[in-house]
Every structure is written in structure tokens, then in C-alpha cells.
């Protein structure tokens, strides 16, 4: 059996697929594969193990309906189209439960940075400006006791509300679509309302999947519903923040600050305005980089493959979401 890998993926799955007697053959090259890339690199393999690239449209499934899986090295599937997948016969399969830790800690990582201008502070010293300084000079906020706003209380954001209610002691709200009752009783976390989770939170971190609900939903009417001292915060997907309502949401004093590991688009351009606010930061979608992290990935991603290629039931599918 045959598996191609869209990038050099983590050495635990690769390791599982080789000693199992499958041939991977990974795309080595520091470029994005073209659609015909991909049609070409697929046409003989059994499987693809996708780790990143272009989006997994119709018009390359087309030619790829003899892969018995596409295994995705994420939890995320929005860049596949599932409902194509569905019908052409593809299985697709994704990777959760293993990166809740590791993203909920670049969450808090985040929203610490943007609490005391961390990022801004750090170029401060590289520009030669850490000379006289006063009181009341480039000061953050402090984030005891205030309040976090969670929507998408699933793995991630339970992780993320438990580090900051034990670090800080922080009063835990979130939105939504089904009440969380273990967080609740866990945590004395809240259930509102996203009006009320927008006019309450001072951080508001996001933890949700994009789909077209949530595409676009942080805009500029959610913006002006914020505290003016508000933090946000996204870890999740870019798609979900309007950028450029958000750089006018924090020019215009709307919010506080923003904390992002995902932009809208990717990668974000070295010339725009939000890498040098002072109270922005924002990392290159490193949420689950951590090699612990990314071996498990890689391992279930592998599991995945391994179970379609064996004709058994795979453990992660999501086809079935398309229709969510």
C-alpha cells in the first residue's frame, strides 16, 4: 500500500505506517503543491496524509476518488470540502483530543503578552529604546480576578478557562450552541448569551471551528459590543475575525488589544499595521507545535490511514459534519 504525505510529517507516523509495510512518499519541497502537483503525486497512492497546503476542493477529489482516505494532521477540516468528500466515496479524517493542552497554552500565552505589551516591549530593546523610562510609560493591565469569555467551550477552551482559572482566578463565561454542565460544575463557569459574552468578557478568547456561522462573526458590530479595556484573543481560525475590522476595532479604541496565533488571511504580511500595536501579538499558527504534540498527531493521523487501508472502520472520521 501506497501513502503520500503533502509535507515531511512527524517521525511517530511515520514510523507506524513504515513498520506496517505501507511505501510513504513525502513531499520534500519548500513550495506549495499546485492542484496538478497533486493530482500527479496521488494518481498511484492509496492514501494521503495531508499536513498542509492547498484546500482539498472538488476539482482535485475528482481525480483522487481511488484514495481510500484523506487523513488530516489537524483537528480543523474546513479547507476540505467534506460534502464532495461525502460524495465521491473519500473518507476524511482529522486528528483531535491531542493538541488541546498545547493550543490552550499559546491561548494563555497570548493573552498574557497582550496583558503587559510583551511583543511591542521586546522590539523596544532591538530599536535601542530601553533608555529613560517613567511611570507611567508603556504600562500593561493586570488580568487577576478579571473576566474570560470563551466561545467554543469544547477540549481547547475547557484547557484554556482551567489555566486561567487556576493562575489567575479568573470568572469563567462562555457561549455556546449546547451548555457544557461538566465546565459549569467544574469551573462555576456561566452560560450566556454571545451579546452578553461580548459586553462582559475582558478577554475574550476564541476556541470555535470555522464554518459559514462562524466565518466573520468577531466583525465590527461585535467589536463595538466589547469593553473598551478588552482583550481578544484567537487560537483557532483566522477566518473567524474580520481583520480589518479588527485593526479598526483597536485604532479607534474599541478593544483593548488582540492576541492572535491565527490571521485572516495566512500567512499575514510583514507589513501590516497589527505587528506593530503595541498591544497586539501575534505568533504564526504554532498552536500544537510542540514535538510532543505533533508526534500524537501524527500518530492518529497515521492510526486513520492505516484503519482505511485495512478496510476497518477509521477512529476520526468527519464526513458526517459537512451537513452540520
Given at each position: 500500500m501506497k501513502v503520500f504525505t503533502t509535507r515531511v510529517i512527524p517521525e511517530e507516523g511515520l514510523l507506524l505506517l513504515q513498520r506496517a509495510g505501507v511505501t510513504v512518499k513525502q513531499w520534500?519541497?519548500?513550495?506549495?503543491?499546485?492542484?496538478?502537483?497533486?493530482?500527479?503525486?496521488?494518481?498511484?497512492q492509496d492514501a494521503l496524509f495531508y499536513a498542509g497546503g492547498r484546500h482539498i476542493d472538488r476539482p482535485f477529489m475528482e481525480h483522487a476518488r481511488h484514495l481510500k482516505v484523506i487523513s488530516l494532521l489537524s483537528v480543523g477540516y474546513d479547507n476540505v470540502d467534506l460534502k464532495a468528500a461525502t460524495e465521491l466515496?473519500?473518507?476524511?479524517?482529522?486528528t483531535p483530543g491531542v493538541l488541546s493542552n498545547a493550543t490552550a497554552d499559546t491561548a494563555f500565552l497570548l493573552m498574557q503578552a497582550v496583558a503587559r505589551k510583551a511583543f511591542y516591549q521586546h522590539k523596544r530593546i532591538l530599536n535601542g529604546d530601553w533608555g529613560f523610562s517613567t511611570p507611567t510609560a508603556n504600562l500593561g493591565i493586570d488580568i487577576e480576578g478579571k473576566t474570560l469569555g470563551i466561545w467554543g467551550l469544547g477540549n481547547i477552551g475547557t484547557v484554556m478557562a482551567k489555566r486561567c482559572k487556576a493562575a489567575f482566578?479568573?470568572?469563567?463565561?462562555?457561549?455556546?450552541?449546547?451548555r457544557n454542565k461538566a465546565a459549569e460544575k467544574e469551573l462555576g463557569a456561566t452560560f450566556v448569551s454571545f451579546d452578553e459574552l461580548l459586553a462582559q468578557s475582558d478577554v475574550l478568547s476564541v476556541h470555535t471551528s470555522l464554518t459559514p456561522e462562524t466565518k466573520d462573526k468577531f466583525n465590527l458590530e461585535a467589536f463595538r459590543k466589547m469593553k473598551p479595556t478588552a482583550i481578544f484573543i484567537n487560537a483557532a481560525r483566522g477566518g473567524i475575525h474580520n481583520e480589518t475590522d479588527l485593526l479598526f476595532a483597536l485604532q479607534d479604541g474599541l478593544i483593548w488589544g488582540a492576541g492572535l496565533d491565527v490571521t485572516n488571511p495566512e500567512p499575514m504580511q510583514p507589513d501590516?499595521?497589527?505587528?506593530?500595536?503595541?498591544?497586539?501579538?501575534?505568533?504564526?499558527?504554532?498552536?500544537?507545535?510542540?514535538?510532543e504534540t505533533r508526534n500524537a498527531m501524527s500518530r492518529i493521523a497515521a492510526e486513520n490511514v492505516l484503519a482505511a487501508l485495512e478496510g476497518r472502520p477509521v477512529p476520526n472520521p468527519v464526513n458526517h459534519l459537512y451537513s452540520l
Open positions: 520534500t519541497e519548500r513550495k506549495e503543491l499546485t492542484l496538478e502537483d497533486m493530482i500527479e503525486q496521488c494518481k498511484d466515496g473519500i473518507q476524511i479524517t482529522n482566578d479568573m470568572k469563567i463565561l462562555y457561549c455556546n450552541r449546547h501590516n499595521p497589527l505587528l506593530n500595536m503595541p498591544t497586539v501579538a501575534i505568533l504564526p499558527h504554532i498552536g500544537s507545535a510542540t514535538v
